[in-house]
């Protein structure tokens, strides 16, 4: 077991699949020799070779197109779009191509690739490197979305990705990839992050895909969260003195249903933390499934706690990010109502 954060989890995932597979392969926009933006790839291409991990042009919809190209012909490449908000040029060729080939040719041909990429705020990146899209992928049939929150489930839910037959969205929170903030105690309206570094097999392990994690037991409200959130989250009860259980979903699809239903039936009470504008948000889609399997066993209404309806401000982001502070408001108010 070694120390690891979130970016060195990420390479040694992608390390060990590089020399355990031949037919896996990686590149994206600086992603080769760079490294990539944020260094995920650093090292790999000088130690697996310029054929396995290169650049690709500033051309998404291009790259996206390349690899549902190798991946039906039965490799699996890992590519790496640099920020999250600039997939939107690759959103065709990800829900009209990648997602529909399984269903067009009858299971004749499958696309194993894993697109990965930073999303989210918390790092002062303004309206175009701080988005959260990851609900335009959720309602595509065909599409998986994975979203993790600690090193070691970073890199066993990764290998699971690209072991998987289908395409997959790897969300990678930027805010968690290097360290904490653990000052929210002074500025509870800032996010806490947890801790850095977790203890991190160097080897082959996995995830599965479809399970999520409760990341603490409690008895009066439950918090649904995913990515930075699962941190804030459990900053938030603290600052509000509830005992919350936060459930960490770790994939938004496959979703795991079954976890949820039993941690809100058990509190009577939940709460949904994401950082993605609130309308057609995740949240949402939580939300309506709570009520659906939960409606006898609610005791307050469902709480949402989300980002605001605008562009990602860059002069007020602990404005529109949703820190300890709103969070814990929304669990008092669960407790109150």
Known sequence: MAQMNMIQALNSALDVKLTDDPNVLTFGEDAGYFGGV??????????????????????????????????VYGIRPVVEIQFA?????????????????????GGEFTVPITVRSPYGGGIFGGQTHSQSPESLFTHIAGLKTVIPSNPYDAKGLLISCIEDNDPVLFFEPKRIYNG??????????????????????????TVPLGKARVMKEGADVTVLAYGTMVWVSLAAAEWAGVDAEVIDLRTLVPLDIDTIVESVKKTGRCVIA???????????????????????????????VTGWDTPYPHAFEWDYFPGPKRVGEALKRAMEG
């Open 38 to 71: 944020f260094r995920v790839n650093e090292g790999l291409q000088k130690k697996h070779g310029l054929t396995r991990c290169f650049d690709a042009p500033i051309a998404e919809g291009g790259i996206v197109a390349a690899a549902i190209g190798m991946g």
């Open 85 to 105: 908000d600039y997939i939107y040029p690759a959103y065709d060729q990800l829900v009209s191509e990648a997602a529909k080939i399984r269903y067009r040719s």
């Open 180 to 205: 904490p903030f653990d000052g929210w105690h002074e500025n509870p309206v800032q996010p806490w992050t947890g801790h850095p570094l977790a203890e991190v097999p160097e080897g082959h392990y």
């Open 274 to 304: 994401h950082e993605a504008p609130r309308t057609s948000g995740f949240g949402a889609e939580l939300s309506a499934l709570v009520q659906e399997h939960c409606f006898h066993h609610l005791e307050a209404p469902i709480e949402r």
